[in-house]
């Protein structure tokens, strides 16, 4: 089992991820101004379900890994930091990409946002890189299965993202046009985001192995 600060800082780190603007985010708020709620939420329950599939495959990929090349794991712990980096430097870099951008998208019917918003997800670059850089900063093959700890991890960031997007739906009309008119909180967001992940980034290369 995962000690309650391994969460605690996992927790952390799929908070930023579902803060970040990507696709997920671009998609279910788009809908929601496009078609209302209902379809935000329809379009959420999709992107749900793929982080699911992204779950399954990671917990089932790296458990393999492990078995097979025990050394490798260190070796993507390491990248992982280094792509916390990147994203830092993506947080605060000038012209980053601003949050809750919509798109002008068609009407469509219930069953197509739902398979749009699993599409978006499971074809979602950003989500595949967070699950594969970030679960193995926290698993500790002495304590028992890997597995079992990935799905733990999933299950709390499967939450996260569920609650925040959910929230994000209910009122994205007000969001929007709140955060287009506050450059100010725009600017700190993005380098208070940037700042974590970058000591995120630093815990992760220099701690120390138990």
């Known amino acids: 089992m995962l000690a309650l600060t391994d969460l605690a800082w996992f927790a952390l780190a799929a908070l930023l991820l ?27 329950a999709g992107v749900l379900l793929g982080f699911v599939v992204h779950l399954l495959a990671a917990a089932l990929g790296l458990t393999a890994l492990l078995m097979a090349v025990p050394l490798a ?4 712990k390491l990248a992982g930091a280094a792509y916390l980096l990147w994203l830092a430097w993506q947080a605060v870099r000038p012209g980053g990409a601003a949050p809750f951008e919509a798109r002008s998208l068609p009407v469509d019917p ?7 918003g699993f599409i978006t997800n499971v074809l979602n670059p950003k989500v595949a890189m967070f699950y594969l850089s970030f679960f193995p900063q926290f698993l500790h093959p002495e304590r028992g299965s890997v597995l079992l700890q990935s799905l733990q991890l999933g299950v709390v960031q499967i939450g996260i993202s569920g609650a925040v997007n959910a929230l994000l739906v209910l009122g994205a009309a007000g969001i929007t ?26 815990r992760i290369a220099f701690m120390e192995k138990k």
């Open 73 to 76: 794991f260190d070796a993507i």
């Open 110 to 116: 219930p069953a197509t946002l739902f398979r749009m």
């Open 177 to 202: 046009a709140w955060l287009s008119r506050s450059r100010r909180w725009l600017q700190a967001q993005r380098y208070v985001m940037g700042s974590v992940l970058a000591l995120l980034a630093l």
């Open 18 to 44: 579902v803060l970040t603007p990507g696709p997920n985010m671009i998609y279910c708020v788009s809908r929601t101004l496009v078609q209302g709620r209902a379809a935000g939420m329809v379009s959420l």
